[in-house]
Structure formats: structure tokens, C-alpha cells
Nanobody, 125 residues
Framework: QVRMVESGGGSVEAGGSLTLSCEYIGYTFTTRRQALGWFRQAPGKEREGVAAVYPVGRIPYYSDSVKGRFTISLANAKNTVFLQMDSLKPEDTATYYC????????????????WGQGTQVTVSS
């Protein structure tokens, strides 16, 4: 059974940093088409893809809204993917989710098959 377990959310002032972690359990990466993604959803808004990485090849992708501020990275030995978030803004406030799957487009949530429960990030101005 595949499980995704997120941690590391919290509250921070604008300009601050947070690091989210997601442990993936029961999932193996064998092809370049598989990806790990971070998504977020704010109240009243659609889910947005913010970062993704293809572990076979380690190619990262970022949305324009976070490029240059967020960094996605892997710790393969720990089956963990991280999202380092710097220079946080109030508009980054959302519930953040990690997911795994075979996306046709890296930041498109529709092709991600397994999701975590989400972790809340709140950025105050």
C-alpha cells in the first residue's frame, strides 16, 4: 500500500522560510515518467502545482509563482522529498500536498495517483 506522509508545515512571517517533508512509503521509481510533486490549495481556489521532480534523472520543475524561491529535493535513502520554501509571501498560504504518479505534465495534478493528507502553511504579513 502506497502512503505519502507530509510534515513541516506551520506559521511564519512574510520573508521567512519553511521546509516541508514528504515520506513516500511502498512506492518504487523505475522509469523517467514517474514524478513526485508538491501542490497547494488555498480556500476557495483550485489546487495548484508548485514543484515536481523526476527521481530517475532528478529533473525539477517549478511554477512561475514559486520559481527562484522554492527548491524541491530528494533524499532517496530516506524515501523523502523536500520542499524548501524561502522568501515566503502571504499568498503562499495554503494546504500543501505531496503526490506521486505518472504525470503527462509535471505540475498537472490529474495524473498523480497517490496523495498525502496535506500540511498547512500560513504566512502572515
Amino acid at each position: 500500500q502506497v502512503r505519502m506522509v507530509e510534515s513541516g508545515g506551520g506559521s511564519v512571517e512574510a520573508g521567512g522560510s519553511l521546509t516541508l517533508s514528504c515520506e513516500y512509503i511502498g512506492y518504487t521509481f523505475t522509469t523517467r515518467r514517474q514524478a513526485l510533486g508538491w501542490f497547494r490549495q488555498a480556500p476557495g481556489k483550485e489546487r495548484e502545482g508548485v514543484a515536481a521532480v523526476y527521481p530517475v534523472g532528478r529533473i525539477p520543475y517549478y511554477s512561475d509563482s514559486v520559481k527562484g524561491r522554492f527548491t524541491i529535493s530528494l533524499a532517496n535513502a530516506k524515501n523523502t522529498v523536500f520542499l524548501q520554501m524561502d522568501s515566503l509571501k502571504p499568498e503562499d498560504t495554503a494546504t500543501y500536498y505531496c503526490a506521486v504518479g505518472y504525470p503527462s505534465r509535471s505540475l498537472d495534478s490529474r495524473d498523480y495517483s497517490h496523495w498525502g493528507q496535506g500540511t498547512q502553511v500560513t504566512v502572515s504579513s
